[in-house]
């Protein structure tokens, strides 16, 4: 995969998190508010602990672990990403699988958006699900330095506290929560169903082919 679509897909998936509450009323409006408020927080959150990066990594972790984790499901989505065998799974495993799947998220994913440079985020339109009041989907864009636009959606749920989660993300129409599945099952595959051998070594790194079309890209 070029370094480019790499790096943006990355970048994404770290910052596809920051979702909170949203009131009643144009439920739909309010999530595009809510989605902008976030990001720009997030953002904020980032650049501000940026710098610790490298001089204390830990630190820098524990800062952003706090304002991610408590605005995104990570229990729902490791489990949505182990698909079938969450239930075959121990309460123990599940619970490894959550923490090893946040680790991997990070470990793999932030010097990626710590070296990506300049960029925009546009939030273009929310909508709420005309089949469930609990489902929304965001539509963004990703605006490199250089020019090139990156779409991607966002699926969202509203728990039964109200609040808003992610639990997905949609970039070049593909699928990562299922691109995330699909690994973790050819991974059970591969090691004859070793579910521990899974999780121990579990990576959030993907290889997707990008369409062709979809925006000027630029290889390293």
Do not use: C, H
């Amino acid at each position: 995969m070029p370094q480019m679509i790499r790096l943006t897909l990355t970048f994404i998936l770290f910052l596809a998190l920051p979702f909170s509450a949203v009131a009643a009323a144009d439920e739909s409006d309010l999530v595009k508010t809510t989605v902008e408020k976030n990001v720009k927080d997030i953002l904020r959150t980032f650049e501000e602990q940026k710098p610790r990066f490298e001089t204390d990594p830990d630190g820098f972790y524990v800062e952003m672990e706090k304002a991610i984790s408590s605005i995104i499901d990570f229990r729902r989505i490791a489990a949505r990403v182990m698909g079938k065998y969450a239930r075959k799974a121990t309460k123990d495993q599940r619970n490894e699988f959550v923490e090893s799947f946040k680790e991997s998220l990070f470990n793999t994913y932030t010097k990626a958006i710590v070296d990506q440079g300049s960029f925009e985020m546009r939030v273009v339109k929310a909508q709420i699900n005309p089949r469930s009041d609990t489902r929304a989907s965001v539509e963004m864009e990703v605006i490199t330095s250089n020019g090139s636009v990156y779409p991607v959606t966002y699926s969202m749920y509203k728990n039964k506290e109200g609040r808003w989660y992610m639990e997905n993300v949609i970039v070049f129409g593909i699928n990562i929560g299922l691109a995330f599945r699909d690994k973790f099952d050819s991974e059970m595959k591969s090691r004859k169903g070793d579910i521990e051998a899974v999780i121990s070594n579990w990576s959030v790194d993907l290889e997707i082919d990008v369409p062709e079309g979809a925006g000027p890209l630029e290889e390293s």
